[in-house]
């Protein structure tokens, strides 16, 4: 993609930036070294209105005369807990917390968008909204941000976002309609037993034995129960439980992950795990419970945006058509109460190579310009004087 010569002037910015908030990773909503750096940037391309949101969220908006809509952008601000093995200048400062979802990145992206609107605002002719979200590694952060406020006053009519993609080709968009990531439910289950010595297993009930019975049982719920044709994947990354080799276990708790991509399908596999742990507590006795700690729905593009999307290309040699990914974003959050477009950005073939969350994960600043010139293109087709 040709890049403006408005972008371009902002390539040494652009580098600082990232490495900047590279540096100060925070997790969750717990993001005060980060609220304050964006806010410092942000007040510097005086917003008509600019808001804390859901702890440390930001919310800058840009109002333009005899506006007609409002359109959003977003980009989500925390970091993950990983120790950066990352031998570069700018590695995180902040022990066993480090960006290595791209989160720096699609900050800086929305930055250098906020730097163009305060040089260009007699060209828009429509309110714009930015969004700095946190909590979107598992915090549900989206849900909360929307709950205060972010898509009222202005009330957005439309809304966009991104997150740079390792198996897309570098400075390259992946692209497609309908669904494009996985609704996603992650839950903790409970087993309570009965605690007794090992030698006496008859007076108690062991809930490693239940729990081991779970495990094998609720597998076989996507390689039995769902049409081979239809995407589920459900895994069990945690398990905990017991305090002595000698001692029956009077609990266990896992957790784990549920995705897939229709509303039906999920409600099926969700009444059969609960049917399935009803079942397991009367035949043994232990006392099982499953509680839900996150839930995001799947996100999926409208076949019209997608199209109006093209139109802002070079060519269609800019993008890539990308099959569905059961990675989750909860960018779905906003596509639930708006109309909204979420694309990949590449970085394959860049520096780093590594898969997100990878504790080496790195990518070329240089994609980040592209990301903001795709941004700036759909504000002008949006709403340009």
Same mark, same amino acid.
Request: charged share 30%; proline share 7%; hydrophobic share 15%.
């Given at each position: 993609m040709q890049l403006s010569r408005e972008m371009l002037n902002m390539k040494d910015e652009c580098t600082k930036i990232r490495r900047d908030l590279h540096r100060i990773p925070e997790i969750g909503f *717990?993001? $005060?070294?980060t609220h304050e750096y964006v806010e410092s940037l942000l007040l510097k391309c005086a917003p008509d209105k600019l808001e804390t949101l859901a702890e440390t969220g930001l919310k800058a908006v840009f109002y333009a005369d005899n506006a007609d809509k409002t359109i959003a952008f977003r980009a989500d601000m925390d970091g993950m807990r990983n120790h950066e093995e990352n031998k570069l200048r700018f590695r995180s400062r902040n022990r066993g917390v480090m960006h290595g979802c791209g989160h720096d990145g699609h900050m800086t992206i929305l930055l250098l968008l906020a730097k163009w609107i305060s040089h260009n605002r007699d060209k828009l002719s429509c309110n714009v909204v930015l969004i700095f979200q946190p909590g979107e590694e598992g915090w549900a952060g989206a849900r909360r941000m929307i709950n205060e406020g972010a898509l009222k006053n202005p009330e957005v009519d439309r809304i966009y976002g991104l997150h740079l993609w390792p198996t897309v080709p570098k400075g390259k968009i992946g692209i497609r309609w309908d669904n494009l990531m996985a609704q996603t439910t992650d839950f903790e289950i409970k087993v309570r037993g009965k605690s007794a010595h090992a030698s006496t297993p008859q007076m108690g009930v062991d809930a490693i034995v239940v729990a081991a019975e779970l495990i094998t049982m609720i597998q076989s719920i996507i390689t039995r129960d769902v049409?081979? $044709? =239809?995407d589920a994947l459900l895994t069990l &990354?945690?398990? =905990? &439980? /017991?305090?002595?080799h000698n001692v029956i276990a009077d609990e266990v708790a896992m957790s784990g992950t549920l995705r897939v991509f229709s509303n039906e399908l999920f409600d099926k596999l969700m009444r059969q795990i609960h049917a399935l742990l009803q079942g397991l507590e009367l035949a043994t006795g232990a006392n099982i419970t499953m509680e839900t700690i996150v839930h995001y729905p799947f996100v999926a593009n409208p076949r019209s945006l997608v199209e109006k999307f093209y139109t802002v290309l070079d060519s269609m040699d800019d993008t890539v058509l990308v099959e569905p990914v059961m990675a989750a974003e909860d960018f779905a959050e906003y596509q639930q109460e708006v109309e909204g477009l979420f694309m990949f950005l590449g970085i394959n073939g860049g520096r &780093? /190579? *590594?898969?997100?969350?990878?504790?080496? +994960?790195? +990518?070329? *600043?240089d994609v980040l310009l592209i990301g903001a010139e795709v941004f700036k293109r759909i504000l002008e087709g949006e709403c340009h004087a």
């Open positions: *717990e993001l $005060h070294k049409d081979p $044709h =239809q &990354g945690k398990i =905990q &439980g /017991g305090t002595s &780093g /190579g *590594e898969p997100l969350h990878s504790s080496k +994960f790195d +990518f070329d *600043e």
